[in-house]
């Protein structure tokens, strides 16, 4: 009886195994063998100091290869993982193996017959160079992070033409120049963009709206982001991003929006259609050449959690519509030219006086008062001044003129 007992709960364990991976119930699936050698290939065009890739062998199933993660289903190759991880802490001392493991080379045209790679993972690396051609065709990629390495030049427009279900887009800390291109903002679904840290130049062009996904308030959980289907989906729950300027790391990022464009040398003012974007959550314009006025209506953006737009040239004083932004919990306005008074009654009292010095402001939480900068006798001393400089000036004419009729009489 105890054995007739043993063997349902045998039989009923391999069922729900079966049930809930049924992949690993019976031999996994091979994977495809054109796809195979063009991973063969590719490695062929890495350098690869540390031997990471050992596994990548011919006659194997690239299916249990490192880095690759396949569909359980058909065997095609979903996701090419290939970062290296930068050391987070005892950077002196991992600093050389990091180095070691650090992947380059060429990227090459093989990665083409990859007809169904979604997601694509090349950051912390030394790969150098024009961004990649031979991704003009990969329109399945949905995930992109390139950070972290040595890519130069231009971002060529046709990233937004052809990769059209991109859902994250990072280029942070690389040498990328010239105009961030208007096709970029045609990416409709667009979750997170990240910029950050090039040398990229130019406005911020008004196109920007067309991030529609970010146009609208999302409220639906995406817990699939990065592929669908068949056991093998790269779930949102495995992406982790560290967003700049927060404390905390999201783990589900379905609902998380977010431009990230510091650290460049962008100029001109910050667009109006910007504020459109009423569903984005993380915006950090910071270390830029940017000037003129923050947009007026900058409170539309009622999703904002985190906005930085520190070490710019802006003026003007802080809109009153940013008293709005109801789920802001993390600003920074400081180093800039902004001047007048801090709105009163709104959460902006309840940032750190940090988030504001380097201007002409004034009121809580800054410590000087706004009646001693507007006093009466601040007033009559910047009249005196004013008309000193009146009288200098008539002065200096006056002179000039008597030099003129000299000079004329000779």
């Not at 690239?62 to 569909?71: A, E, G, K, L």
């Not at 289907?229 to 982790?240: F, H, R, S």
């Not at 270390?287 to 409170?299: A, D, K």
């Not at 008309?387 to 002065?395: H, P, Q, V």
Request: aromatic share 10%; hydrophobic share 40%.
């Amino acid at each position: 009886m105890a054995f007739c007992d043993n063997a349902a709960v045998f039989i009923l364990i391999f069922l729900l195994t079966l049930l809930l991976n049924p992949c690993k119930a019976f031999d996994q699936v091979l994977c495809i063998p054109n796809e195979r050698q063009a991973l063969l290939t590719f490695k062929q065009h890495l350098l690869d100091p540390s031997n990471r890739l050992a596994s990548w062998s011919s006659n194997t199933n690239c299916c249990n290869w490192t880095s690759i993660v396949c569909d359980h289903v058909t065997g095609h190759i979903l996701r090419l993982d290939l970062k290296t991880s930068i050391p987070s802490s005892n950077w002196n001392s991992e600093y050389d193996s990091y180095d070691r493991s650090r992947l380059g080379g060429e990227i090459h045209l093989s990665i083409l017959d990859l007809k169904s790679l979604s997601y694509l993972d090349l950051s912390g690396n030394y790969f150098e160079g024009d961004f990649p051609l031979c991704l003009k065709n990969s329109n399945k990629l949905v995930f992109l992070d390139f950070r972290e390495n040595q890519f130069s030049r231009i971002i060529p427009p046709w990233v937004g033409d052809t990769l059209l279900n991109l859902k994250v887009f990072l280029l942070t800390s690389n040498k990328f120049s010239g105009k961030i291109p208007c096709q970029m903002y045609s990416l409709s679904s667009l979750h997170i963009l990240d910029l950050a840290q090039n040398n990229l130049t130019g406005p911020l062009p008004k196109c920007i709206n067309h991030l529609s996904f970010m146009v609208v308030k999302n409220t639906t959980l995406e817990s699939n982001m990065y592929g669908e289907g068949n056991g093998a989906i790269v779930p949102i729950t495995n992406a982790l991003l560290e967003l700049k300027g927060r404390d905390d790391v999201y783990w589900t990022l379905g609902l998380i929006t977010s431009i990230d464009l510091s650290n460049n040398k962008l100029f001109g003012e910050i667009p109006r259609e910007i504020t459109t974007l009423k569903g984005l959550h993380f915006l950090n314009l910071s270390n830029n050449l940017l000037s003129g006025e923050i947009p007026q209506s900058i409170g539309n953006m009622g999703s904002l959690e985190s906005m930085d737009l520190s070490k710019n040239q802006l003026y003007g004083e802080i809109p009153l519509s940013m008293s709005n932004l109801n789920f802001l919990s993390k600003l920074n306005l400081s180093f800039n030219n902004l001047r007048g008074k801090i709105p009163m009654g709104t959460q902006l009292q309840s940032f750190e006086a940090s988030c504001f010095v380097g201007n002409d402001l004034c009121g809580p939480p800054l410590p000087n008062n706004c009646t001693d900068l507007y006093s009466p006798l601040n007033h009559d001393k910047n009249d005196k001044e004013a008309k000193r400089n009146e009288i200098n000036w008539f002065f200096c004419e006056h002179v000039i003129g008597i030099c003129f009729r000299i000079l004329g009489n000779n």
